[in-house]
């Protein structure tokens, strides 16, 4: 397993358009999270799925954002009608439900490179 | 809400000397704190955590202070070698999975 894959690595898109984004997670984790990434900011989370069940959606930025997890595998993240301030960098986490020693117990998320979008 | 801070945007250490990368929070309800280091074009890395009922935990050259009186942590880098350039994040858990994070704090290490 090569980690969390995340495609495509950078979107460039007008105003207006529809964009979607793939994560593919480690395969052994069954929780799977979004965050999105603005300049000079840390990660602002946004969903979280546990399998194919969303947990937690309440703070996706708006009703133009949705998620989908639908086998419990990969996942898709869709922004539409795009705006200039949806321009971020689109990150993806996975985790397992075991933690142990070397964590001190915490769910430690691991991300994917990320997938850059610029609204025009 | 930024329950997480992160107030200083930068540090700039020499090789071999000791960095110090400091985070602030706000909810007491924490109950793990991690940081994690980004190289650019790359999705953050887990570093090192430490439990809310713990006040230290080392690995290697890295150490975490815990100081939940002051709802204060901080990264102790010993020593500082250039490839430790990068910007660290600060987070911290909710319910050990909502993970909120700090603004980030690029370190450089100069040769």
């Known amino acids: 397993d090569t980690g969390v894959s995340q495609d495509p690595r950078h979107k460039i898109t007008k105003r207006g358009q529809n964009v979607t984004f793939r994560c593919d997670p480690i395969s052994e984790h069954n929780r799977l999270y979004w965050y999105r990434q603005t300049l000079g900011q840390g990660p602002e989370f946004l969903t979280y799925f546990q399998n194919e069940a969303q947990l937690e959606k309440s703070r996706l930025l708006s009703d133009r954002f949705s998620a989908e997890r639908p086998k419990g595998s990969f996942s898709t993240l869709e922004i539409q009608r795009t705006e200039q301030g949806d321009s971020a960098m689109y990150l993806c986490?996975?985790?397992?439900?075991?933690?142990?020693?070397?964590?001190?117990?915490?769910?430690?998320?691991?991300f994917g490179a990320g997938s850059r979008l610029t609204v025009l | 809400d930024q329950q997480v801070k992160q107030n200083s945007p930068s540090l700039s250490v020499q090789e071999g000397r000791i960095s110090i990368l400091n985070c602030d929070y706000t909810n007491s309800m924490f109950d793990y704190f991690l940081w994690y280091k980004k190289y650019p074009a790359e999705g953050p890395t887990f570093l090192i955590s430490?439990?809310?009922?713990?006040d230290k935990n080392e690995d290697g050259r890295f150490t975490v202070f815990l100081n939940k009186s002051a709802k204060h942590l901080s990264l102790h880098i010993v020593p500082s070698q250039p490839g430790d350039s990068a910007v660290y994040f600060c987070a911290a858990l909710f319910n050990n999975n909502d993970m909120r994070f700090g603004a980030g704090t690029r370190l450089t290490v100069k040769p």
């Open positions: 986490a996975s985790s397992s439900p075991k933690t142990d020693t070397t964590t001190s117990g915490a769910n430690v998320l691991t």
């Open positions: 430490i439990s809310s009922i713990k």
